[in-house]
């Protein structure tokens, strides 16, 4: 009876055990899908932060949705984990703010990536009604989204890199309104005490027939790596065609003597007009730019998923 009863236990005893290990192993492997699903980028939840920010309305220097929007992207950064600095300053006496990520681990070469987050004032380009203001889905919003998921991934890398993000503001105050452009990239570059190894700028790179020429300012061999990379993930919006040479945020650092590109689809026909909207991006494109930008930094910084 008594030897009966402790074959019962120990049987009972190893049966315990291997539902434990199998629910431990399902927990594990779980676990581990759930890491590469956060270090894989989104082109989904990317286009979900552009419709947040579209939502705002308006977002050019003194409109509510100016400063919403900013308060928006610190709130989306620091619940990534994400330090932010506020770096403010004034041009014609309008208060004027960039925002600056950082993560606490950071290591080896300076690397930046940065957008626009203002949207410009006038559609002048609008044929209907050029004194609206511009919604800015793919013109500050699209670079913006692709940056806050990239700002979700980058944790789930062991990237070799000091990674930061700008997003800049006043880019798009030029022409209609009389500003300078760039405003935020140029007061930022001329205040930066770090030597960046690569700006890398996304700026409109939403659209639904996305095509990435190379941009006739851009540094050269900079150009080389991130299409190589991204052209390497069989993504076909990197193609090796010339590209206008466009007056944009990455100037700024070129004239201080810092490798940068622009990675814009200018051949976009709501370009400042009212029919810069939502339906004119897609998840697809927003994606191709963020699995390039992350190829990219995979081969320059030297990354695996954290396991």
């Given at each position: 009876m008594l030897a009966h009863s402790s074959l019962k236990a120990r049987e009972a005893t190893r049966t315990r055990t291997a539902a434990l290990g199998l629910v431990l192993g399902t927990l594990l492997s779980a676990c581990a899908s759930e890491i590469g699903a956060t270090a894989a980028f989104n082109g989904g939840l990317a286009l979900d932060a552009a419709a947040e920010q579209v939502a705002f309305g308006p977002r050019f220097p003194g409109s509510p949705g100016h400063t919403?929007?900013?308060?928006?992207?610190?709130?989306?950064?620091?619940?990534?984990?994400?330090?932010?600095?506020?770096?403010?300053?004034?041009?014609?006496?309008?208060?004027?703010?960039?925002?600056?990520?950082?993560?606490?681990?950071?290591?080896?070469?300076?690397?930046?990536?940065?957008?626009?987050y203002d949207t410009r004032r006038l559609a002048d380009r609008d044929g209907i009604d050029p004194s609206a203001p511009v919604p800015g889905a793919n013109d500050g919003a699209s670079g913006t989204s692709v940056l806050i998921e990239l700002a979700r991934v980058i944790p789930g890398h062991e990237f070799a890199c000091d990674i930061r993000l700008a997003f800049f503001d006043a880019e798009d105050?030029?022409?209609?309104?009389?500003?300078?452009?760039?405003?935020?990239?140029?007061?930022?570059?001329?205040?930066?005490?770090?030597?960046?190894?690569?700006?890398?700028?996304?700026?409109?790179?939403?659209?639904?027939?996305?095509?990435?020429?190379?941009?006739?300012?851009?540094?050269?061999?900079?150009?080389?790596?991130?299409?190589?990379?991204?052209?390497?993930?069989?993504?076909?919006?990197?193609?090796?065609?010339?590209?206008?040479?466009?007056?944009?945020?990455?100037?700024?650092?070129?004239?201080?003597?810092?490798?940068?590109?622009?990675?814009?689809?200018?051949?976009?026909?709501?370009?400042?007009?009212?029919?810069?909207?939502?339906?004119?991006?897609?998840?697809?494109?927003?994606?191709?730019?963020g699995r390039g930008v992350l190829a990219w930094l995979k081969a320059t910084c030297g990354a695996d998923e954290i396991q």
């Open positions: 919403e929007i900013q308060e928006w992207i610190a709130r989306e950064l620091e619940a990534r984990g994400w330090a932010v600095e506020r770096q403010a300053f004034e041009y014609a006496g309008v208060p004027l703010l960039n925002l600056i990520a950082t993560r606490s681990e950071t290591k080896g070469p300076f690397i930046l990536l940065a957008a626009h105050g030029g022409g209609a309104v009389g500003w300078e452009f760039s405003l935020g990239a140029r007061h930022m570059a001329s205040t930066l005490t770090d030597e960046p190894q690569a700006v890398v700028v996304l700026d409109m790179v939403g659209d639904r027939d996305l095509r990435l020429p190379i941009e006739g300012n851009s540094t050269p061999e900079l150009v080389e790596a991130i299409w190589s990379a991204a052209q390497a993930e069989g993504l076909t919006a990197f193609v090796d065609d010339p590209g206008p040479s466009i007056i944009d945020d990455h100037l700024p650092f070129i004239e201080r003597g810092w490798p940068a590109v622009d990675i814009i689809d200018f051949t976009y026909p709501s370009w400042h007009t009212t029919q810069d909207t939502l339906d004119k991006l897609s998840a697809e494109s927003l994606e191709q730019v």
